[in-house]
């Protein structure tokens, strides 16, 4: 992670969904290792903030910034330095949780060996299941596999949208371990959450305070 | 490009894992222009005049009706949103997965249309030059469909939006198809269409990709 040093932050981030402005002038920083913890009730703009953070949705002001360059000016980098799970888990009924590894590290132009597949798939309990389509899993089953993609492929940013949602207690376990070795390398981390995940020490944002 | 690999291989597997996708496009394409015969009456030199007309036209049809499916489901599942983030241009999947597109569903028309040419009379010497068309022709639908398909992917009732749009911009394609195989069928010079066929291909080459992922990043927002 050649990145560990980096930083992220945004400064006066508006966020308008068609005619209704979601957030206004939200800003924060996240350090090397530093975890940041979106909070806010329903329609808050958790989902907007984060998609935000991918470069998927433009702000309707605002900057974001990676060790205060503006990512705008450099979308392909920033995509290249960030994982971002949302709300749906991106799994091909017909395809294996190890297929949609390979491919999913291949899109993001890294070679990836059989065993380090196996071992994110691993990280979540799922190795028995790496060559099962993705239709005989289960809906936690199918979260652990999207969330392995975190594993599988190094990335220093990391953008959780409800990261824990149909997870059972073992696999929560599992991801506030993968959570705790990213955050120990030096990553960083922005998780929309309603609680239920042990985050460690980190600093919340709450989208509901800012409206 | 490792990018484009990735894409073109995961859509091929995927329509290897379900072939009735790409089998109900062959099937209608083969059905309807069977009908022909029946709707005309078995006439050899009727059939042979509109042998052309209505090969290219169901061609046509047959590649309208599977791309309101090409980014559909990767966007109803959130591998819209991975295609997106991928450091790679968004431009180049987009290639990758028209290209698959034509491999699922243009080539097994061009294959199986020296069966229909047969049916419907078409004269022998212009198979060779009906099969040269439809391989420079179905990339093109392939490639001004996705067009289509990315600009109605927010749209309820797509489908239907689909044809709307993309029907009239694949006369072209209608037009010199036919008149190449024509040509070819009366002993004319089928080279003139031929080349006019190649040079869609190279408009809609360049300009497919980056009018549909444009069209995809706006409906990602």
């Known amino acids: 992670m050649d990145d560990s040093t980096a930083r992220l932050s945004a400064r006066g981030l508006t966020c308008d969904r068609g005619e209704r402005r979601v957030f206004a002038h939200v800003g924060f920083e996240v350090r090397p290792g530093g975890l940041l913890a979106v909070v806010g009730p329903n329609g808050a703009g958790k989902s907007s903030l984060l998609r935000l953070l991918a470069g998927l949705l433009p702000p309707a002001g605002g900057v974001i910034a990676w060790n205060g360059h503006a990512v705008a000016d450099e979308p392909e980098a920033h995509r290249a330095r960030l994982h971002y799970i949302g709300h749906l888990d991106a799994l091909k009924p017909a395809l294996t949780p190890a297929e949609m590894l390979a491919f999913d590290a291949a899109l993001r132009g890294q070679r990836t060996g059989a065993s380090a597949i196996s071992a994110a798939l691993d990280a979540f309990g799922l190795a028995r299941f790496a060559d099962l389509p993705a239709r005989f899993l289960s809906q936690g089953q199918r979260r652990r596999a999207a969330l392995a993609r975190l594993v599988a492929t190094p990335a220093p940013l990391w953008l959780l949208d409800e990261p824990t949602l149909a997870l059972d207690a073992d696999s929560v376990a599992r991801l506030t371990a993968v959570l705790a070795r990213h955050r120990g390398a030096g990553g960083l981390a922005v998780i929309a959450t309603h609680g239920g995940l042990d985050l460690g020490a980190h600093d919340t944002l709450d989208l509901g305070a800012v409206r | ?221």
Request: glycine content about 8%.
């Open chain 2, 1 to 221: 490009m490792n990018a484009l690999a990735a894409i073109l291989r995961r859509d091929l597997r995927l329509a290897w894992r379900s072939p009735g996708d790409s089998a109900t496009v062959v099937l209608f394409f083969v059905l309807t222009v069977v009908l022909f015969p029946f709707g005309v009456g078995p006439a050899a030199e009727i059939l042979a005049r509109i042998a052309t007309g209505v090969i290219w036209v169901m061609a046509l049809l047959a590649s309208l009706l599977s791309l309101d499916r090409l980014f559909r489901e990767d966007s109803e599942d959130g591998s819209l949103d991975l295609l997106a983030l991928s450091p790679a241009p968004l431009e180049l999947l987009v290639l990758g997965k028209v290209l698959a597109h034509w491999l699922i569903t243009g080539v097994p028309l061009i294959v199986a249309s020296p069966l229909l040419a047969l049916l419907m009379q078409l004269p022998a010497g212009a198979y060779p030059t009906l099969l040269l068309a439809l391989l420079l022709g179905t990339p093109t639908l392939s490639l001004i469909g996705a067009i289509g398909a990315g600009l109605t992917l927010g749209a309820r009732r797509g489908g239907v939006l689909i044809a709307l749009l993309v029907l009239p911009l694949y006369i072209p394609v209608l037009i010199f198809g036919v008149a190449a195989v024509d040509a070819a069928a009366s002993g004319l010079a089928v080279r003139p269409h031929l080349l006019l066929l190649g040079g869609l291909l190279a408009l809609f080459l360049p300009v497919s990709p980056v009018a549909t992922a444009a069209a995809l990043r706006q409906a990602l927002q």
